[in-house]
Nanobody, 124 residues
Framework: QVQLVESGGGLVQPGGSLRLSCAAS????????VGWFRQAPGKEREFVGS????????DYADSVKGRFTISRDNAKNTVYLQMNSLKPEDTAVYYC?????????????????WGQGTQVTVSS
């Protein structure tokens, strides 16, 4: 079992930045690739990006590529999502989860141990 807790969300103006954290407890966190997802009101949960177990490989949705960066510190059992140049369409609840399925998957069905989410609102 892995417990994940997201933090760092908030209200930010367009063009601003936020850094989200995903803190893990339980099983050895470094054994798992981790994904970030988001869900806006009335929309399905969508893939944002992922990072491999060792942190050497990342993958991003086209909508955030070049603006968002995922990193991890396995010594601290934490994965980060640095979000720059934020847009109103980035407004959503952001979730992290561990990948128990196909490596590199973007599908929510391959992920488990979802956190409770953290709200990100981009508005002037």
């Amino acid at each position: 079992q892995v417990q994940l807790v997201e933090s760092g969300g908030g209200l930010v103006q367009p063009g601003g930045s936020l850094r989200l954290s995903c803190a893990a407890s339980g099983r050895t966190f470094s054994n798992y690739a981790v994904g970030w997802f988001r869900q806006a009101p009335g929309k399905e949960r969508e893939f944002v990006g992922s990072i491999s177990r060792g942190g050497l490989t990342t993958d991003y949705a086209d909508s955030v590529k070049g603006r968002f960066t995922i990193s991890r510190d396995n010594a601290k059992n934490t994965v980060y999502l640095q979000m720059n140049s934020l847009k109103p369409e980035d407004t959503a609840v952001y979730y992290c989860a561990v990948n128990l399925g196909l490596p590199g998957s973007r599908f929510t069905s391959n992920y488990a141990y979802w956190g409770q989410g953290t709200q990100v609102t981009v508005s002037s």
